[in-house]
């Protein structure tokens, strides 16, 4: 496929605004989607909507089976050893809140201690919080370096008797950089940790392996991955869902139901109370279809690969500009970049971009203790998608000295 | 000039840029024109929640009309501030807590900006508001 050719598959990338041509460059909030994806969407509401698991009828059969499909689809592409490890969930947020609760309710009391790093999306932080008020129990933090690297060898000194589990971005959605993931979970393991990954950023940019990383769990979200939104995915390893209480009740997660007491269905419908999302589940098909096919493309490869080197170097040079996230070695950065702007603040930019046709983020990014860390109110966030081009970044640069000029 | 010969003229005067980013420099203009902020002033009661950038407000209330002074981190956002203690400073609080703030609608602020910024904008009014019914 040459690069031309995947940005016909996706309407949106035609779309202009304000008579400009959009480029798309807040592709770390939601991916654009694919027309295999858009049009599953509409096979799925028009023609193949049914409630799953439940009715014997062809519809819901046919339903059934484009749901359980999806899930041997997700199995396979994070490499999990078995069905049984996914569960649907909304999104990666619903996935961290379900082991925040279920695990929390199955292994944390008073005094235990959970662990997370400063530079985790709210969605990696907060669920573990209210676990640990519920549970009276303690948060502990990992913190950076000065160039935004976890500081790995903190981590053994951090980790205690009472910490139950760590819970780590694959990939932060502020500084872009790869973790040390497979580091940090055989450290965690040593002691005898569990460990989360949050993989909303992760999943989108890196090959994902959970059997290879050894992770306890890991999320993600589908529609940052070109799937429709509410289609989220918890892996986690048998022996703990196993040993978890499930998260919410009701509709195909039991198994009897007595007035007196309820057993529970086995993995993973125990964790999938409720209605689910069959009519947008099954567009992960599709979409991890695209994200493989984008990872194999040698073209697609380079040119994200330009695309890190050109940003990284025009940002770095820019006698205004400071970036946060600065990579040791190129390949632990995505293409995805946070920075500040000398004498510019960060939404004046984003709505002056925005006026030119250019979609970026601008604020915090669900990272405010990672805003405090480093000292700023909020940055402003170019997020690459593999179906963006050289030319976008290079027009974005251009477009970025012009609003930089017209502020300062 | 009446509150009502003023509101027509930001929008004449505003009608006199077609292109967004001509309007944004406007904008920039009118923000970084504002008179400075006294720091004591830069306090957590004067600062107006719902918006992306930090906007501090302050009213004083002299011989039964309002002056208002007002700064924010982001300079468009000073220039949108700026705009509207142009047309209220110098009201009094029942003029300016009987009025509908329609004009902003009319100069095509409130839709032209980001939600945030929207979200922003309608914040700095409600205090504006707010501020003119507790003074009457």
């Not at chain 1, 694959?170 to 005898?192: A, M, T, Y």
């Not at chain 1, 890991?218 to 991955?225: P, R, T």
């Not at chain 1, 409720?274 to 073209?299: H, I, M, S």
Request: charged share 25%; proline share 4%.
């Amino acid at each position: 496929m040459s690069l031309s050719d995947v940005r016909q598959l996706f309407p949106a990338l035609g779309i202009r605004v304000y008579g400009k041509p959009l480029v798309y460059l807040d592709n770390a909030a939601t991916a654009q989607r694919p027309q295999a994806v858009l049009q599953r969407q509409q096979e799925l509401a028009s023609l193949e909507n049914a409630n799953i698991h439940r009715a014997v009828h062809a519809l819901a059969v046919q339903a059934t089976d484009a749901y359980e499909q999806t899930r041997d689809a997700v199995c396979s592409f994070l490499h999990a050893s078995a069905r049984e490890e996914i569960v649907f969930t909304s999104g990666a947020t619903a996935a961290i809140n379900l082991v925040a609760y279920s695990f929390g309710e199955a292994f944390v009391h008073e005094g235990d201690e959970i662990l997370v790093t400063v530079t985790e999306h709210h969605s990696n932080i907060v669920p573990w919080q209210l676990l640990c008020s519920r549970k009276k129990a303690v948060l502990k933090v990992l913190d950076i370096a000065e160039n935004g690297a976890l500081q790995v060898e903190s981590l053994q000194k951090l980790i205690s008797q009472r910490t139950k589990i760590t819970c780590i971005s694959h990939i932060s959605n502020v500084l872009g950089l790869v973790n040390p993931v497979q580091d940090l979970i055989r450290i965690c393991h040593e002691k005898g940790v569990p460990v989360l990954l949050d993989g909303a950023q992760g999943v989108v940019h890196a090959p994902v392996d959970v059997q290879a990383l050894d992770c306890d769990f890991y999320a993600f979200s589908g529609h940052k991955l070109f799937a429709a939104t509410g289609t989220g995915v918890l892996f986690g390893k048998r022996k703990w869902l196993e040993a978890m209480p499930p998260f919410m009740g009701g509709g195909e997660m039991i198994e009897t139901v007595r007035l007196t007491g309820t057993t529970f269905a086995p993995l993973p419908e125990k964790f999938e109370a409720g209605t689910q999302n069959f009519n947008a589940v099954p567009t992960l098909v599709p979409a991890l279809a695209f994200a493989d096919a984008c990872r194999q493309d040698p073209e697609i490869v380079r040119e994200q690969e330009a695309i890190v080197q050109y940003m990284l170097d025009a940002l770095q040079r820019h006698p205004r500009i400071r970036l946060f996230g600065v990579p040791r070695r190129t390949e632990e950065k995505i293409p995805l970049f946070s920075f500040a702007v000398e004498g510019a603040h960060h939404e004046d930019l984003a709505l002056i971009l925005d006026k030119m046709g250019v979609a970026v983020r601008s604020g915090q990014m669900c990272a405010e203790p990672l805003m405090d860390r480093l000292g700023v109110t909020g940055l402003l966030r170019a997020s690459f998608a593999p179906y963006n081009t050289l030319e976008e970044a290079e027009s974005f640069m251009k477009c970025l000295d012009k609003a930089i000029t017209m502020l300062v | 000039m009446t509150l009502e010969e003023k509101k027509q003229q930001v929008i004449e005067d505003f009608s006199l840029y077609e292109e967004w980013l001509d309007k944004y420099e406007y904008l920039i203009e009118l923000g970084k024109a504002l008179e400075p902020f006294p720091e004591e002033k830069r306090t957590e009661d004067r600062l107006i929640k719902g918006c992306q950038s930090r906007v501090w407000l302050d009213a004083s209330l002299q011989e039964g009309r309002l002056y208002f002074q007002a700064d924010s981190d982001a300079i468009i956002t000073k220039g949108i501030i700026s705009l509207l203690i142009g047309v209220y400073s110098g009201r009094t609080p029942e003029e300016i807590a009987a009025d509908d703030f329609g004009f902003i609608a009319e100069i095509g602020l409130k839709e032209n900006l980001s939600p945030t910024r929207a979200n922003g904008l309608v914040s700095m009014i409600e205090r504006i508001k707010e501020i003119a019914r507790n003074a009457r």
